[in-house]
């Protein structure tokens, strides 16, 4: 009878345990947290000392830190085309920093990498900032909204249309505005304002933030903003509370998708104009609203990682983190961020920011984290955000349309130190290359500073080559001196770019 006893039991547990989902490690759950003009030397991982980041620090520290990990852009809607499609933004010329009207620019028939991962058996969703474009260029912001992320290979997204400095200041749910009294429809453009309706450049008086540049159409919540609004009242957000909200979704996810492969994009609104952190992180950084909003995005991330592990997914997870582009300083808004800065360097040892072709443009925080699988360390080798989809396909084992994006699995993981060869760059339309040690900038018309942020945009009318073992800060141009190698990366740069890139002739 024991026997017979022990056997039963053994056939119970054996039962038991085929019925329960074991975590699959070919098939890790896949975040990418993904933060807006957040520079290389702005988290005290990458040497800041002005500031303190420790939740991502932690990323870093506990796993691999790039030092060479590129956007593939400096601005923000090229760069997240380039993360979702693999594909390098200057290749649709649609694919530049977008109104908050604009249409969809990822084709619905495009790989991407929500595409691929659905494909492989995820449960995908984007929450957080979109820009990418939404609709076909007449959408009903009062109905179903679309196409937009849902379209492209996201089960659930809930966005913003743009960014926060720009209309229509709503949130949007699987395609339609979260919280809309269909009595109060709203309107949005961003050829002409909506009459009797007030804006920063008509009425100072109503705003509790100053316009620099740029930002001086419709006020919500006392901001003046880019494009025009009316209506929608009720669905309006509140831009102190924008971090917390989203944090609140990104939880929410994980909780109830835990027991399933997932994909999850959470795109941070920080550091980006307007910068309203939630009063607890006010002056907490001594740097102004700009330092306020970096450590209240790396609280978030600090709660949001507590969520993972928790839940108990954390060690079947892997993290990319990373940023869209480089800094900005003033960027539209009197923030102080300018006159508090003190000794701190968001652009670390480099030269440019965002609008830039210089290394600070595109070169960014890049960290990959995966408890107990990938060792903690640092990374010399070149990686770029479009290797995701060519990666993760490796990953999760389907097949994908690649385009430009490189499998760079063994680098991301730390089982590899070489990475890429080489990379095209891309500022405002206009491309530069980089292989190995050097960056070559070809010749172009235009202004050697972007439009009143103060930043350098590598724009001048001699080519430009820099060895960046030597000359980190890109001062010696090698152009004249080393025209072999000049010619050399010419010639690369064009059989990748073509001919026709815009340069000088």
Known sequence: ?????????????????????????????????????????????????????????????????????????????PSRYGLLTGIYPWRNAKAKILPGSAPLIISTQQETLPKMLKRAGYQTAVIGKWHLGLGDGNVDWNGHITPGPNEVGFDEAYILAATQDRTPTVYIDNGYIDGLDPND???????????????????????????????????????????????????????????????????????????????LYYALQQPHVPRTPHPRFVGKSGMGPRGDVIIEADWCIGEFMKTLEEEGVLENTLVV???????????????????????????????????????????????TYWKGRIK???????????DLLASLAKLVGVQAEVNDSKDMLAVLMGKRKKGRKNLVVEANGKTAYRKGNWAMIPAYKGSPMSWHSGVETAIAPE????????????????????????????????????????GLK
């Open 185 to 263: 429809p709203i309107y949005v453009s961003y050829e002409k304002n909506f009459e009797g309706e007030p804006t920063g450049k008509d009425n100072p008086e109503l705003t509790t933030m100053k316009w620099h540049h740029g930002h001086n159409n419709s006020i919500v919540n006392g901001i003046p903003r880019m494009g025009f609004m009316k209506g929608g009242e009720a669905a309006r957000w509140s831009d102190v509370d924008i971090a917390d909200h989203f944090l609140s979704k990104v939880k929410s996810y994980v909780k109830s998708h835990k027991d399933s492969p997932f994909f």
């Open 376 to 386: 903690p360390g640092v990374s010399d080798a070149m990686v770029c955000q479009i």
């Open 1 to 77: 009878m024991k026997n017979i006893l022990t056997t039963l039991f053994i056939a119970v547990m054996i039962m038991v345990g085929t019925s329960v989902k074991a975590a699959d490690p070919t098939k890790p759950n896949v975040i990418v947290i993904y933060l807006d003009d957040l520079g290389y030397g702005d988290l005290s991982a990458y040497g800041a000392t002005e500031i303190e980041t420790p939740n991502i620090d932690a990323l870093a520290n506990g796993g691999l830190k790039f030092t060479q990990g590129y956007a593939t852009s400096s601005t923000c809607t």
């Open 463 to 502: 080519f430009q080559l820099y060895n960046l073992k030597e000359d980190v800060m890109q001062k010696n141009n090698l152009a004249e001196s080393n025209p072999k190698m000049l010619n050399k990366l010419m010639a690369e740069f064009e059989a990748i770019r073509g001919t026709e890139y815009g």
């Open 321 to 367: 983190f990373s940023s869209d582009n480089g800094p900005v300083l003033n960027d539209g808004y009197y923030d102080d961020a300018v006159e508090k800065l003190g000794k701190h360097r968001p652009t670390g040892p480099f030269r440019g920011g965002k609008y830039s072709m210089f290394e600070a443009g595109t070169r960014v925080p890049f960290i």
